[in-house]
């Protein structure tokens, strides 16, 4: 994939400016090459989104038929019968049994496929290392979400699954929260751009926006991907927009501008925030689902899986297969709630940074690990963000509409295909 991607003439501003045209003519420069091997990739995703629940699913029905869970807690209760400490230690054990058996697909999932495609930049060593780093913080934020949530469970029997979900809620909040300072740098390293040249019109255009933006941060993910991108996190004080280097290294100057423009619209719409309350919404909805379907499950297998009730440790495998199933049918619900806010951000950032060529080029890098031109059904079910397609007749919409920025004079003779005069 060309790194600088011409704009196709078709594309240039000019009297008979069709995006429609356009939008074909930039689609037709991706290399039929390229085109096919991030289909197949994005794709293979689908049958992965399948495999990965039958999976899991496999491993919870394992660790309860055969009762290892029982076992597990047995074990867990001769360490310590204090409680919580117990529940952590229940914990550790499951983290690791299903880490061990999940491991052959996070190789092929996380590792083979990814070099495969070549979107990965890391050798095992590396790769193992960051799974290794994941697997302690996972055993920390889940051992004390975990901790929590059998707290309430033993203490309110009757009404856990509200407070349950009200608890799940705050910690998501927090670990939202601690992220950008807290988790990323544990795997990749941040800090201030310092580039005038990049922050300068990076900084106008968060002022223009009303955004009270004094720093841009970048991260160094070309550690482990080529994938460029960027992002919103954070919460209160820790908000902040960081671009990743591959973006910086790969990305022309207009392009830049016009991720800026789109990440800065996750920022003034409130995306985080709106997708908090959206969660609290689906959270509720999910506890409500498991309080019924755990009622259901336990009185039919309880006493085959050995398992004494909702605060027993060992309904934890129960739990994580009633959720997965939950979350497996909300994946079309899920994506096309992140789709949505995408697209504002989308058409946010084309009215604030009016790079709709640098969008398109953008549209195009990204393609570079999502299928180009998917079927509306397919788009709605899988797509958590506009597809390439979409998104590159979204940047010539807007530029045929406001072609007067970009003819070189407004009285340019017809069909001069005047240059492209950006600002
Ligand atoms: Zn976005």
């Known amino acids: 994939m060309p790194t600088e991607i011409p704009i196709p003439v078709q594309a240039q501003a000019s009297a008979h400016f069709d995006a429609e045209a356009a939008t074909e003519a930039y689609l037709a420069a991706i290399p039929a090459e390229a085109r096919g091997r991030s289909d197949a990739y994005f794709e293979g995703g689908y049958w992965l989104i ?23 807690r047995n074990l867990a209760e001769r360490v310590t019968r204090f409680k919580p400490v117990h529940t952590f230690v229940y914990w550790c054990e499951y983290l690791l049994v299903t880490s ?37 913080v996972n055993a920390v934020l889940g051992g004390i979400i975990a901790m929590l949530l059998f707290g309430v469970a033993r203490k309110l029997p009757r009404t856990w699954w509200i407070w349950g979900a009200m608890v799940t809620m705050a910690f998501l909040i927090f670990v939202v929260l601690i992220a950008p300072v807290y988790l990323v740098p544990i795997f990749n390293k941040v800090s201030i751009l310092s580039d005038p040249k990049i922050t300068e019109p990076i900084l ?8 009270p933006a004094r720093d841009v941060y970048q991260i160094d993910a070309s550690k482990q991907t080529t994938r460029m991108s960027a992002n919103v996190s954070g919460f209160g004080n820790t908000m902040r927009i960081t671009l990743n280097d591959n973006l ?66 060992a309904i934890l495998p129960l739990v994580v297969l009633l959720g997965s199933i939950f979350f497996f049918v909300l994946t079309p619900i899920l994506n096309t709630y992140t789709r949505t806010q995408e697209y504002e951000a989308d058409m946010y950032g084309l009215n604030a940074s009016r790079q709709p060529d640098g969008f398109a080029r953008a549209a195009i890098h990204l393609g570079e690990y999502r299928k180009m031109s998917p079927g509306a059904v397919e788009e709605w079910i899988f797509f ?16 045929a509409e406001n072609l007067e920025l970009f003819m070189g004079k407004p009285e340019a003779p017809t069909g001069a295909g005047g240059k492209d005069g950006r600002k």
Do not use: C
């Open 50 to 72: 399948l495999w990965d629940f039958v999976i899991g699913v496999m491993a919870s029905v394992l660790l309860l038929g055969t009762r290892w869970s029982a076992g597990m």
């Open 100 to 136: 061990v058996l999940t491991f052959p697909m996070a190789v092929y999932e996380g590792f083979l496929r990814e070099r495969k495609y070549g979107l990965a930049t890391q050798t095992f060593g590396p790769w193992m290392n960051d799974q290794f780093k994941g697997l302690l």
């Open 204 to 211: 106008r255009l968060a002022r223009a926006n009303g955004i």
């Open 248 to 313: 910086l290294r790969r990305g022309s100057p207009e392009e830049i501008q016009s991720v800026m423009g789109h990440e800065m619209g996750h920022y003034v719409l409130h995306h985080i925030y709106k997708s908090m309350l959206f969660f609290l919404v689906v959270t509720v909805m999910g506890f409500a689902l498991l309080r019924w379907s755990l009622d259901w499950s336990l009185a039919r297998w309880g006493e085959r899986w050995q398992i004494r009730g909702i605060g027993d440790t």
């Open 384 to 399: 958590d963000h506009p597809s390439g397609r979409n998104r590159i007749y979204a940047g010539m919409r807007w530029k």
